[in-house]
């Protein structure tokens, strides 16, 4: 079975005979409609999703076994519930958890409004140049680490 191509131009028409194959699913949806690349490009937020939110979720299952570093985590014998129960029966426990939330309120109270009222404040600059200076020592830091 042919299919038949055809362009036409102001002088010429010309016509091309080519095969019409069947084309596997994976031709059909990503290569012939040509987005190919646009998932090429999401590719690198999912390997960075999988490997550094969904594969160290592997290590949580410390806190329900016996933990041996010769035997590592999935060599290890089950010991259920025992090391959740002992930190809520520890004396400081509820210390711990004060701590916890004080410390998470704390941030939040910082953490959330100070970038905002930063960014008002560089807008209220009226020297491009020295809001831009400010902007550069105020971001540096996260270029070092």
């Known amino acids: 079975m042919e299919q038949k191509t055809q362009w036409e131009t102001s002088a010429l028409t ?13 031709y059909r949806y990503f290569v012939a ?4 690349q646009l998932y ?3 590719l690198v937020p999912v390997v960075f999703v999988i490997v550094f939110a969904y594969l160290p979720m592997g290590g949580i299952l410390i806190a329900f076994k016996d933990f041996s ?3 590592g985590i999935f060599g290890s014998q ?11 029966n520890t004396p400081i426990f509820y210390e711990i ?16 409004p100070f970038p905002i009222i930063l960014a008002l404040a560089f807008n209220e ?6 809001k831009k200076i400010m902007q550069t020592i105020t971001f540096a830091p996260y270029f070092v680490d």
């Not at 409609?33 to 190919?36: A, E, G, N, T």
């Not at 958890?97 to 959330?112: E, H, M, Q």
């Open 97 to 112: 958890l004060k701590n916890t939330v004080v410390l998470s309120l704390y941030s939040l109270i910082i953490g959330f």
């Open 78 to 88: 089950w010991a259920g519930l025992k090391y959740i129960h002992q930190l809520f």
């Open 33 to 36: 409609r040509k987005i190919w």
């Open 40 to 42: 090429l490009l999401t």
């Open 14 to 26: 010309v016509t091309e005979k080519r095969p019409l194959k069947k084309k596997n699913f994976f």
């Open 69 to 71: 570093i010769r035997k």
């Open 125 to 130: 600059f009226s020297h491009q140049r020295l």
